[in-house]
T-cell receptor, first 109, second 117 residues
Framework: GQSLEQPSEVTAVEGAIVQINCTYQTSGFYGLSWYQQHDGGAPTFLSYNALDGLEETGRFSSFLSRSDSYGYLLLQELQMKDSASYFCAVRRGNTPLVFGKGTRLSVIA | EAQVTQNPRYLITVTGKKLTVTCSQNMNHEYMSWYRQDPGLGLRQIYYSMNVEVTDKGDVPEGYKVSRKEKRNFPLILESPSPNQTSLYFC????????????????FGDGTRLSIL
């Protein structure tokens, strides 16, 4: 079987930094992805880590530790538009992505 | 423009009346999949397809059917819908040129909100 655990809700202040953690248990792990979903919208791809370490894309960074079955998404210089749900996802063997239940991020002024 | 197109976007129907939600992608992707999204449960995989004429059950396949006769289309069929299938449905596609290779980002459709009374 497989499972992904991430916090259900996080609140952070505009301009600050927030980290959303994800732990996973799955067989045939290939990599960890992160998706963003605004209310009423479709999930959109943010990042993918196949190897240990930090990947940076603008204000967003994603980290993976395969030995710890753990990753996180780091959002810097938070903006109000970053308020959304964030999902971590893994690919299980040759099947498409399996998603966590999502973390709802609220950015407050 | 690269896109995944679902239809309809919204549908209210009654128990037992067969319905089909269409999904089409124009990116020549091999993988296509269907998810349902319910509050507090995230995205759960219903069915997926790794290529034409190849389909497999996901985590919540009961009450659904799919087909993959052409690469671009992957319809979701509810033969006898029931109220517990009221949900937000997403179709997604991704390219995967080599098994075990890099995970390709999935492209999602805009979603179909189904209400079954």
């Amino acid at each position: 079987g497989q499972s992904l655990e991430q916090p259900s809700e996080v609140t952070a202040v505009e301009g600050a930094i927030v980290q959303i953690n994800c732990t996973y248990q799955t067989s045939g792990f290939y990599g960890l992805s992160w998706y963003q979903q605004h209310d009423g919208g479709a999930p959109t791809f943010l990042s993918y880590n196949a190897l240990d370490g930090l990947e940076e894309t603008g204000r967003f960074s994603s980290f993976l530790s395969r030995s710890d079955s753990y990753g996180y998404l780091l959002l810097q210089e938070l903006q109000m538009k970053d308020s959304a749900s964030y999902f971590c996802a893994v690919r299980r063997g040759n099947t498409p992505l399996v998603f966590g239940k999502g973390t709802r991020l609220s950015v407050i002024a | 423009e690269a896109q995944v197109t679902q239809n309809p976007r919204y549908l209210i129907t009654v128990t037992g009346k067969k319905l089909t939600v269409t999904c089409s992608q124009n990116m020549n992707h091999e993988y296509m999949s269907w998810y349902r999204q319910d509050p507090g449960l995230g995205l759960r995989q219903i069915y997926y397809s790794m290529n034409v004429e190849v389909t497999d059950k996901g985590d919540v396949p009961e009450g659904y059917k799919v087909s993959r006769k052409e690469k671009r289309n992957f319809p979701l069929i509810l033969e006898s819908p029931s109220p517990n299938q009221t949900s937000l449905y997403f179709c997604a596609s991704s390219a995967d040129r080599s098994r075990g290779g890099p995970n390709q980002p999935q492209h999602f459709g805009d979603g179909t909100r189904l209400s079954i009374l």
